[in-house]
């Protein structure tokens, strides 16, 4: 369904997914369409798209006048009022649902306590669900639309840079349970993604930040270029243009496009640095660690073994990360993380299939491949080598 009825405004290129391509200039309110056949939807980036939400959705093919607003008690607090007057003043009736912020509210109990909310406030198989907030309400909000009637549309309104450039785009929804996260979930994309800058300027330094570990990585495997600009930007400034959003979120889409479900081994690019990454993240209580920052950690793991494997200039690495340090993301693993827990977390993770090892190595700024080459004493020495100090090159 082609709910936004003016994507025709920017086309990008078929060379998005070039080895080393960038994706040159993006024009002022850039839309990026994610062509997923009947499935597929646009992604607009452009300040103040909050406010202007209902008249959006009024334009375009979701019809319904019933709207779920699904959000964190965080994020409600600062945007909020903003969407649901705007909703309404386009002729909505929105019921906001909120959860308490942080990834433990990412879980079946949360999902649950959403669906029976919704239904109590008169929500049906005709209703739309709105996710406002950062990758843990989008997840969430996501599988909730997914399962809620068996399935109702839902537009992702994503408020930090993590969500804005990787995880609001793409379907994946799911739930965390104790033995992993994202374990329970399915593909459920959503009909619309709208992309306000202006929603990043309510972030904490620390949230803001660790959302370029994403970025850094769409330059890594995808957009060389993209390097530079990212060393151009000043951390501690919240005005992050909609040219830098859109390229990553250009990325994503035509990696997503090529591989929806991750069944052809493109799509599993996108886990650079996550393998690893994400058996941290796991190894520490919730919240304890930001996904972004263990997503630091995991690059640079990545990094030593794509020069142990792939031949990567150790110049090109330092490049990388000092583009991590330079937003303030740790490159060196807590002590007291122990390598046997982080080893057990990896090894429970979706990307090893049939108990093999497929881990995302590059071997130049731009490029990336997946590898078969690397073991579980190659994963041991990476997380030895994060307990050691950057040398910078």
């Not at 640079?300 to 200039?313: K, M, P, Q, T, Y």
Request: aromatic share 6%; net charge negative; proline share 5%.
């Amino acid at each position: 369904m082609d709910v936004f009825p003016f994507r025709n405004r920017i086309c990008w290129p078929d060379s998005a997914l070039d080895t080393g391509g960038g994706l040159g200039h993006v024009p002022a309110m850039p839309l990026v369409h994610v062509d997923l056949a009947d499935r597929a939807y646009d992604v607009v980036v452009e300040a103040g798209l909050l406010g202007r939400t209902g008249e959006i959705l009024a334009d375009s093919a979701l019809k319904s006048r019933r709207v779920a607003v699904i959000s964190d008690e965080t994020v409600a607090a600062f945007h909020a009022e903003t969407l649901l007057a705007s909703l309404a003043s386009a002729g909505f009736r929105p019921t906001l649902h909120t959860i308490p912020a942080g990834e433990s509210s990412k879980s079946m109990t949360a999902a649950e306590s959403l669906c029976r909310a919704m239904i109590r406030e008169g929500h049906d198989r005709r209703s739309l669900v709105v996710a406002l907030g950062g990758g843990v309400v989008g997840d969430l909000a996501g599988f909730v639309a997914a399962i809620f009637y068996r399935g109702i549309p839902f537009v992702q309104i994503p408020t930090t840079i993590v969500a804005q450039v990787d995880s609001s785009v793409g379907g994946k929804t799911g739930v965390n349970v104790c033995e992993g996260k994202n374990l329970l979930g399915c593909f459920h994309q959503p009909s619309l993604v709208l992309v306000d800058p202006e929603t990043l300027h309510t972030l904490p330094g620390r949230e803001f930040r660790e959302g370029f570990a994403e970025a850094i990585k769409h330059a890594a495997i995808r957009d060389a270029a993209m390097l530079d600009e990212l060393a151009a930007l000043d951390p501690e400034s919240r005005d992050v243009s909609a040219d830098l959003l859109a390229r990553n979120i250009a990325i994503k889409a035509r990696i997503v496009e090529a591989d929806e479900h991750e069944t052809k081994g493109l799509r599993a690019l996108l886990n650079f640095g996550h393998t690893i990454g994400h058996g941290i993240e796991a190894s520490v209580p919730y919240g304890e660690m930001l996904h972004g920052e263990a997503i630091s950690l995991g690059l640079r793991a990545a990094l030593f073994l794509s020069e142990r494997h792939a031949r990567l200039d150790p110049a090109a690495s330092a490049r990388v990360l000092a583009l991590l340090e330079k937003f303030g993301l740790p490159l060196v693993l807590d002590p007291h993380i122990a390598t046997e827990t982080v080893m057990d977390r990896l090894a429970r993770d979706k990307k090893f299939a049939a108990g093999a090892i497929r881990f995302v190595l590059t071997d130049a700024p731009g490029g990336a491949f997946v590898s078969a080459d690397v073991s579980p004493a190659d994963l041991q020495d990476a997380i030895t080598h994060l307990r050691t100090p950057r040398n910078p090159v």
